[in-house]
């Protein structure tokens, strides 16, 4: 009997409330998975990215098996696998002949193209279908974007709560403030974080025991290590990770959530990202589970609205960027920035300890937390001025919940101001004293924050000032950056003239055409003396 349907199901697509499950019939639809070496070289993925997304593949699989369902399903180490997506489909269609391949919509624009020129190829219809994991469709994100210059979250953000009546009373917000950001920014002081409550580890079972064997063999060299996963790679994993994090952690999110410290790789932060973005968690349970917490007094609201506002807000806001504007978003480069990416960023060899610290981190687990990413590996990228297109190609590289849709937003737009401003009202930029305000990193480093010049200046600092005059007069129309301009402004032309020296000692590569990317992990180069 020929195949009538066959849902394609990709590594970040891991849930039969799926729209494209909708009226499955067992007796005569399939499903179709396959392990590909490309999404593991396309950039050189992390060893825990990897292995996460194999994992929650292989769960998915043996669970739609459990209940009945027919899996069409291709590992990494099988002797016939094709390497891609494209010629696994095609290969699979001409054997197949099924009558509609169906599919919701790709985390990444490359892998829907990809699909949509395979199906064409092969004369088989493909419907793809909205992704209703998300709060706002693609539809209804281009209306709300509809003739604004400015895609600003906070009006987004706002929308959402209303629409979907989240932490509202009536039509108010709860407690009268829409955002609570200004009591989320502490950092812990000398006496460094509270007690903290690690997250919940999930063991590897023998399913994903054998997915590390085969990682391990298989990618060797790339970056990052497998000794600390224990990430969740099913529904009830994430679910208990959701709870834990609720229970335990939620409480001090809010206040400490861009705060830092030496060795402390999550802190207050959940790890839930992972397990939403593969869809192994709805982030209406997340939502939910949340604003339950401070309607039961047990979070504080602050806490509360600052974790809602990055998924309801930030995360739902960031896909609809990415889906507005790609494929032509993933070229921006609005301040013209072509340094290569350091060699240091694959390997965390540098006297900085904030980026040794941040890197070594991602490195070791595939993880960094937000203000991690933007204002300590991010900040300094946008300093030096690296290629966004290679900055961009590392943190999808080397994080364990990096898709395209909110990988590149983030880092093109927020982090590195490449877009312009669509999304951003400023490019997120600061001297070394953040990072010593926001952390320990600055104890018993080489550099002095305080200083721009000299041997002990501080990169960041001295990459902060040059910054500030490479781009005065765009910094200087922005009223949010008058104030950092007008403090340049009193620099004297030496101090400006010894700035500009020091920066260029930081800069000893060649530029590049950030087009043709480049900058990965078998081509480091030289080097310099990164939602929940």
């Given amino acids: 009997m020929r195949l009538r349907n066959v849902v394609l199901v990709l590594g970040d697509q891991l849930t039969t409330d799926s729209a494209a499950f909708d009226a499955f019939d067992p007796s005569c639809d399939a499903v179709w998975m396959v392990e590909v070496p490309e999404e593991a070289t396309h950039v050189p993925s992390h060893k825990a990215r990897i292995a996460l997304f194999l994992a929650a593949m292989r769960h998915f699989r043996d669970a739609l098996r459990q209940a009945g369902r027919t899996v069409y399903y291709r590992q990494l180490d099988d002797p016939a696998n094709r390497g891609s997506f494209a010629a696994e489909l095609a290969e699979f269609?001409?054997?197949?002949?099924?009558?509609?391949?169906l599919v919701v919509e790709p985390g990444e624009y490359r892998v829907e193209q990809a699909l949509r020129q395979t199906a064409a190829r092969c004369q088989v219809p493909l419907e793809v279908r909205p992704d209703r994991h998300f709060l706002c469709s693609d539809q209804q994100f281009r209306q709300?974007?509809?003739?604004?210059?400015?895609?600003?979250?906070?009006?987004?953000?706002?929308?959402?709560?209303?629409q979907h009546r989240v932490l509202m009373d009536g039509d108010k917000p709860v407690g009268g403030s829409w955002n609570y950001d200004a009591a989320n920014r502490k950092s812990f002081g000398r006496a460094g974080p509270p007690a903290v409550s690690p997250p919940r580890r999930f063991l590897p079972d023998q399913t994903t025991r054998q997915v590390l064997e085969l990682v391990q063999q298989r990618f060797p060299d790339h970056p990052g290590q497998l000794t600390h996963f224990d990430w969740p790679v099913t529904a009830a994993q994430a679910e208990e990770a959701l709870q834990e994090f609720v229970t335990h952690r939620l409480a001090h999110f809010g206040p400490y959530q861009d705060a830092m410290w030496t060795d402390q790789p999550y802190l207050y932060h959940s790890r839930l990202s992972a397990a939403m973005n593969l869809h192994l968690l709805d982030p209406r349970r997340v939502i939910g589970a949340v604003e339950a917490a401070y309607r039961a007094g047990t979070v504080p609201l602050a806490s509360a609205e600052g974790f809602i506002r990055q998924v309801l807000g930030w995360r739902e806001y960031i896909r609809g960027i990415y889906r507005l504007h790609m494929p032509d978003y993933a070229h921006s480069n609005h301040l013209d920035a072509r340094q290569p990416l350091p060699a240091f960023y694959w390997t965390a060899d540098t006297p900085m300890n904030c980026l040794r610290q941040a890197i070594g981190q991602t490195l070791d687990y595939g993880y960094a937390h937000h203000?991690?990413?933007?204002?300590?590996?991010?900040l300094y990228a946008l300093l030096l001025g690296v290629a966004p297109r290679q900055i961009h190609e590392w943190y999808l590289a080397v994080y364990v919940d990096a898709v395209e849709w909110v990988e590149m937003p983030n880092v093109l737009g927020m982090s590195q101001f490449a877009d312009g401003g669509l999304m951003s009202s400023k490019p997120y930029i600061a001297s070394g004293k953040y990072i010593q305000k926001m952390s320990n990193y600055c104890r018993g480093c080489a550099y002095d924050p305080q200083q721009a010049t000299g041997p002990k200046a501080c990169p960041f600092t001295t990459l902060y000032w040059d910054f500030l005059m490479r781009h005065e007069p765009m910094l200087a129309a922005n009223p949010r950056t008058l104030m950092q301009v007008r403090n340049l402004q009193r620099l004297s032309p030496s101090q400006r003239q010894a700035i500009r020296e020091q920066a260029q000692r930081l800069r000893p590569l060649p530029l590049?055409?950030?087009?043709?990317?480049?900058?990965?992990?078998?081509?480091?180069?030289?080097?310099v003396a990164r939602a929940d």
Wanted: net charge positive; aromatic share 8%; glycine share 20%.
């Fill in 371 to 378: 203000i991690q990413r933007l204002m300590v590996t991010g």
């Fill in 512 to 527: 590049v055409d950030d087009a043709s990317g480049g900058g990965g992990y078998g081509d480091m180069g030289g080097g």
């Fill in 93 to 101: 269609v001409q054997t197949h002949r099924p009558a509609r391949l």
């Fill in 144 to 162: 709300f974007a509809k003739g604004r210059k400015q895609l600003l979250l906070e009006h987004f953000y706002r929308h959402l709560r209303k």
